[in-house]
Structures are given as C-alpha cells and as structure tokens.
C-alpha cells in the first residue's frame, strides 16, 4: 500500500456515531484552553491537552474508509476489521432461530485501533436481528460469543442458505450500534453498525461452506474474501 493510500485510510471520515465524542471533546477543548490562557492555570492547560487528545482519538478510532468489495456472489468477505482469533465448528446463536447444526464460526478481534464499521458479509436479506445482554469479557476469549453482549443478525441469501454475523461487546466496548432492520435487502460490504471502543464480530457460514483464512490472518472488512459461497 502507498504512503498516500495508507493516509487516506488513516485520515478517513468519522461515522456518524463519532459526533457526540467530537462535538463533547472538541467543545472542552475550546473552553478549557480559553479559560487556561485567560486565568494562567496549568491544570486547566493539561486539562485541554487531554481534551484534544481525546478529539484526536475519537477521529482515528471512528474513521470510516471507503472499501473496494470483491464483485463476486460467490464469495463472502469480512465483515470486520482486525485479526481471526478462532475457526471451529458450532451451532449458531440460538436466538436467531437457525438450524442448530453445526457450522463453521470465524471470529475477528477488533483492537482499538482498528477500524469498527462491521459490513455485511454477502449479498441477501436480513432474516432476524436478535440483542442478548450479557457480560464484558475480554472479547479475544472464545467465551465471549456465548457469555458478552451481544446484537445477531440472520441473512437469507438468493439461494436460500442462511448465515449470521454477531456483534459482541468487548472489555471496553460499551456500545453496540446496528443500523439495519428485518426484511432489508443488503449488498455484500454495505455497512450495517459498529461497536465502540474495542469487541469483536464472529461469522457464521452456511452449512458445507468451508473458511479460506486462518487463525491470526489480518482483515479487512468489506474487502478480504474469508469463504467461497
């Protein structure tokens, strides 16, 4: 990748969820630096630095690159960003009211320093979105899809077959967002929610599917082809 590309992704516009953040720890900022000027008070100084620390942070982790998705119906591409920390075959969440055999479940971590917008992972249409509450467990531990919080959302593709993608809370991620409903037809790598600040997104593929990735692979959501359909 380019200087310049890597750049642009780095410098991406926010998503829409950033705002309150920016607009919350941009106006502290203003504030705090005027009033540290006006009254030569270092704390209120330090305290601004922090504030614009923050704004900057809130930049970077909410940024929202544009991503080239694969132009193939057979394939199903990541829909997160981060790196694969378990592959192994197990029955879909049973909130989704799936067929309860077995599949082959890819889950990807997200740091805090990856990107966090999830995408749909192949062309269909959304079946069930079902919330389950749950803890806040390391998202990297294989427990976390059963024991986090959790948002699951079911997919009919044109053929028929069925998968689901699984949003889970993390450590610090306090906040699930899925910005679509039941019934929406979705293109593959169409943004479908984000969590903040640090989870992790699991892929349950159709019956037979086979996974094309490995355990620690790095992805990039919308674009890294992790199935043939």
């Known amino acids: 990748m380019s200087l310049l590309a890597s750049l642009k992704m780095v410098m991406a516009p926010p998503h829409p969820e950033a705002r309150p953040f920016l607009l919350a720890s941009g106006a502290a900022t203003l504030a705090t630096r005027y009033l540290a000027r006006k009254l030569s008070c270092p704390k209120l100084k330090l305290l601004g ?134 019934g929406m037809q979705m293109e593959a790598g169409e943004r479908f929610g984000l969590i903040r600040f640090g989870s992790r997104t699991d892929l349950y593929l159709p019956p037979g599917v086979e996974p094309l990735v490995s355990v620690g692979q790095t992805m990039v959501g919308g674009e890294t082809v992790m199935a043939r359909l």
């Open 49 to 182: 630095t922090a504030s614009g620390l923050f704004f900057g942070f809130c930049l970077y982790f909410f940024r929202d690159p544009e991503r080239i998705t694969p132009a193939r119906a057979d394939v199903a591409v990541a829909p997160a960003d981060g790196r694969i920390v378990s592959i192994e075959k197990v029955a879909p969440p049973a909130e989704l009211g799936m067929n309860p055999v077995p599949v082959w479940r890819i889950a990807t971590f997200l740091s805090v320093l990856d990107v966090h917008v999830n995408r749909i992972p192949a062309a269909g249409t959304v079946t069930r979105i079902a919330y389950h509450p749950g803890q806040f467990l390391n998202a990297s531990l294989d427990k976390a899809s059963e024991l986090n919080e959790r948002n699951a959302l079911s997919l009919t593709l044109p053929d028929g077959r069925m998968m689901a993608v699984v949003q889970i809370a993390g450590l610090v991620a306090r906040r699930i967002v899925c910005s679509v409903t039941e």
